[in-house]
C-alpha cells in the first residue's frame, strides 16, 4: 500500500474506534448508521484491495523472474545448437542442404530472443537426425518449443499481475474516498448532537488529522542555524 494511502486508512481506523465509542448518538438516525457501515466497509475493502496488491505484486516479481530464468536457459540451448551447428556446417561445407549455422543472438530483448529462437526451432528441427548424429540428445530440439511457451506464459502472467496491482490503486483510492465521505457526515453529526466544542469533535478531530506524508529533512550534524547576516 502507499504511504498516502496507508495513512488515509490508519486515519479511518482511528475515527471508527471514536465513532463506536459515540455509537448511541450516530446511530440514532438512518444517516449515521449508514455512515458509519459505509466507513467500516471502506476499511475492510481497503484492507482486501491491498491484499490483493501485494499478492499481484509478488506474482508479478516472480513471474519475471521465471521468464529471466528460462531466458537463461534457451541462451544455453541456442549456444549448444550453434556450437554442434558449426562442427556439421564444416564438415559439409558442400552440401548445400544442410544448413546447421545457428547465430547466436547477441544482446537481444526478451522479445528478439523469444523470435529468433522460434526461428532457429523451425529452420533447425528438419535436421534433428544429423544434430543427433553429432551427439546432440534429440530433447534438446525436441524442447525448444516448451522453453519458448514457458517464457511466452510468464511474460503473460506478469503482464496480466501488473495490470491487476495498477487496477488496485484505482480501486483502493474510491474506497478511501468513500471512508473520506463518511467521515465527513459523521463528524457533522456528531457536532450537531454533542456540540461543536465537545470532547466527543476534538476526539474526532484529532484521529481524523492524517499527518505527513513525507520525512521531515534533517539538518545535517554539525550544521549551525543561520542567525543573520554579521
Known sequence: MRVSHWLRQQAHRRCYGVCKRYRRDLERTRGGKRSMTQLLSSIENVDQLATDRRRAIHREKASSKGAEQAC???RVTIRQLSAIGAAIAHDNDRDKAIDATVRVPRKASRR???SDAAAIRDRITPLI???AD???PRQVILGLRTQIETIERANLDR???RISHFTDVSAIERALAAGDQAIVVLEAILSAT???ASKAVTDFRRARRVG???????RRAGLKKNTGLR
Open 194 to 196: 454533542r456540540g461543536n
Open 72 to 74: 537463461r536457459e534457451l
Open 112 to 114: 528478439e530472443l523469444l
Open 134 to 136: 553429432y551427439g546432440l
Open 129 to 131: 537426425d544429423v544434430f
Open 212 to 218: 505527513r506524508t513525507r520525512a521531515k529533512p534533517r
Open 159 to 161: 503482464d496480466m499481475a
